[in-house]
């Protein structure tokens, strides 16, 4: 099984020409209102990915819990360690150029409640995976981290937003997710130095935390125990890159938790990630397993 502890929001998807940049105003032609939340798109990718997927989290008890939870419900997603507390539902701003690349503002609302205490009595063990990301309060991540880990469970997180990592929460991890942007900073924070690869290197030889720099359409990168892994971007035409890269981690988790191995996982998630860029909007772009298995065939021949 997959646990995930994370955030659930809605998002506020503006597609505008180019991005706004401070002190600019740029006009759209309208809006849309689609599920969103690194911790749920993570589960959810998890989820269409074939994994079992249990949700830790919170929404607010306003009408956009029902639409943040939507996909998740229908989809299978366990969401009965989803609180609904008194806070009002995430949210994010989500401007989403004709280039595809985005800006994101989130207010956590209701994801400021989320507490590791939810887990309690989730039973994780070996076997079993966490996932993380940072878009719920940091101390309760570590908590939960260090739980997983005690339980014997494997422990991934995805650094985003980005952020130093502390030791503490290093040490309980057995995989490390970033993008090129993210590594930088967490490798910072460690007193490393180098370009995204061999700060991967660094940090899977340093600290024994498998590490995957995600790099956009040149693919993706990971080692683990000294060994380096590569797995390419499929070519798809970019629609919106919202939820790459939770994609790529729910994908990745899934294929780790149905014993395929790192090799074969970094693939299967490279390609899921690139599926997702191929549609508009977090939830709604994330791939169903069929379509992975279709492209992943050819991909690992
Ligand atoms: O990673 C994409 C997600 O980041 C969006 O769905 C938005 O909700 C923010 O959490």
């Not at 969103?36 to 008890?61: D, F, P, S, Y």
């Not at 995976?129 to 939960?144: G, S």
């Not at 390419?232 to 990745?252: I, N, Q, S």
Request: aromatic letters at 4%; one cysteine or more; proline letters at 4%.
């Amino acid at each position: 099984m997959i646990v995930t502890f994370g955030s659930i929001n809605v998002d506020f998807v503006n597609r505008v020409e180019r991005i706004p940049s401070p002190g600019e105003t740029v006009l759209g032609p309208d809006y849309a209102v689609i599920p969103g939340g690194k911790g749920a798109n993570q589960a959810l990718a998890a989820r269409r990915a074939g994994a079992e997927v249990a949700l830790v989290g919170a929404v607010g008890q306003d009408p956009f819990a029902a639409i943040a939870l939507s996909l998740l419900r229908r989809d299978g997603v366990d969401l009965s360690r989803a609180a609904a507390v008194d806070a009002p539902t995430g949210a994010a701003y989500i401007a989403v150029s004709a280039a595809g690349e985005n800006a994101i503002v989130v207010a956590a609302g209701a994801n400021a409640r989320v507490v590791a205490s939810q887990m309690d009595g989730l039973a994780l063990g070996a076997g079993d995976t966490l996932l993380l990301q940072r878009e719920v309060p940091e101390a309760e991540v570590v908590k939960a981290a260090r739980a997983a880990k005690r339980a014997g469970a494997r422990v991934i997180l995805n650094a985003a937003p980005a952020g130093e990592v502390s030791r503490e929460l290093l040490g309980a991890l057995d995989v490390l997710v970033v993008n090129e942007h993210e590594v930088a900073i967490v490798a910072a924070g460690l007193g490393l130095a180098g370009g995204p690869d061999d700060l991967a290197r660094q940090i899977d030889a340093d600290h024994g935390v498998a590490t995957i720099v995600t790099l956009g359409g040149e693919g993706a990168v990971g080692w683990t125990g000294g060994v380096r892994r590569s797995a390419p971007a499929l070519p798809v035409e970019v629609v919106d890159t919202t939820a790459a890269g939770d994609t790529f981690c729910g994908a990745f988790a899934a294929a780790m938790d149905q014993g395929l191995g790192f090799t074969t996982a970094l693939a299967r998630a490279a390609a899921a990630g690139s599926l997702a860029c191929a549609t508009a909007g977090a939830q709604p772009s994330i791939p169903m397993k069929a379509a992975i298995d279709a492209v992943a065939a050819d991909f690992l021949a």
